[in-house]
């Protein structure tokens, strides 16, 4: 089967439509497992890959560490298909990967795009064609970096 960007994109859509499309939060922090959270009661199956294998085991357990996410609301999404990995290889098996970590400000008062860069290369060898790959971390527009 060849790939043309039209019929990748009609796929994409129909399976985003159907709620087919599996989705991958890379980064489960503040901005991500929220996220995450979201994109399961919308009825997706999503899966959260972190680097921090305690997040992935308490999420895992069904737990939260993030004070204003209640436990109850991790079980629900795990009833919906919500599950953690520190597997990055698992990123082949996603149709759409948003990636939410942290740009911190550095002594120039400039984002830090090192988890960005060090996340991209993690992933890198495990995308495909087709997949919809979304940067959600704050930069701002002068930033012009090779990812």
Known sequence: MTFSAGTGLAELKRKMQTREARIGIVGMGYVGLPLALLFSGERFRVTGFDIAPD????????????????????????????????????????????????????????????????????????????????????TYPEQRTKL
């Open 55 to 138: 997040k992935v085991k308490t999420l895992n357990a069904g737990g939260s560490y993030i004070v204003r996410i209640l436990p109850d609301a991790i079980q629900e999404a795990q009833k919906a298909g919500f599950r953690a990995t520190a597997d990055y290889s698992e990123i082949a098996q996603m149709d759409a990967v948003v990636i939410c970590v942290p740009t911190p400000l550095d002594q120039h008062r400039e984002p830090d795009l090192s988890y960005v860069t060090h996340t991209v290369e993690s992933i890198a060898p495990h995308i495909r064609e087709g997949q919809l790959i979304v940067l959600e971390s704050t």
